[in-house]
């Protein structure tokens, strides 16, 4: 499966910068995949990570700057199976995705980290996210242990 942005998008993509000041971006994935790890890697930050579910249960927000020296605001979202909420984490995973949050722009692009051992449980959320039409980033990681 490919999660490349079709050139026929492009246009919806650059219509969610049209007005904006700051860059959003959205790390999602499943419980457990190393979501925060890569969160405090870009940001700098030192948000709590642990080696089991549930460690994240609210959205965190930190700045991340890109090549070319742009800052964009990054959240590092709860772990989430797919965007059909079935619990208060994945609620806000889901709402931050699909631009429901009052407070937070809807993202303009998500990296959605996969755990590599176990692929198949992963790209149910990726497929969601791809459907959306949200330019994605498939961050494979557990490579060590695939």
Not at 16 to 31: H, M
Not at 39 to 61: C, D, H, M, S, W
Not at 122 to 144: F, H, K, R, W
Request: hydrophobic share 40%; net charge neutral; proline share 6%.
């Amino acid at each position: 499966m490919s999660l490349h942005q079709p050139v026929n998008q492009a246009p919806v993509a650059a219509s969610r910068l049209a007005g904006r000041r700051e860059r959003w971006i959205a790390i999602a994935g499943n419980p457990n995949t190393g979501k925060t790890a890569l969160f405090n890697a870009i940001t700098g930050l030192r948000q709590k990570v642990g080696n089991y579910p549930g460690v994240t249960v609210e959205r965190k927000i930190g700045t991340v700057v890109l090549p070319g020296g742009t800052a964009a605001k990054c959240v590092d979202l709860p772990g989430c199976y797919s965007l059909v909420a079935r619990g208060q984490d994945e609620q806000i995973a889901h709402d931050v995705l699909v631009g429901q949050v009052d407070d937070l722009p809807e993202p303009e692009a998500v990296i959605l980290v996969a755990d590599a051992s176990n692929l198949q449980r992963n790209l149910y959320l990726a497929s969601q996210i791809q459907e959306m039409g949200t330019p994605c980033v498939l961050a494979l990681n557990m490579m060590d242990v695939a």
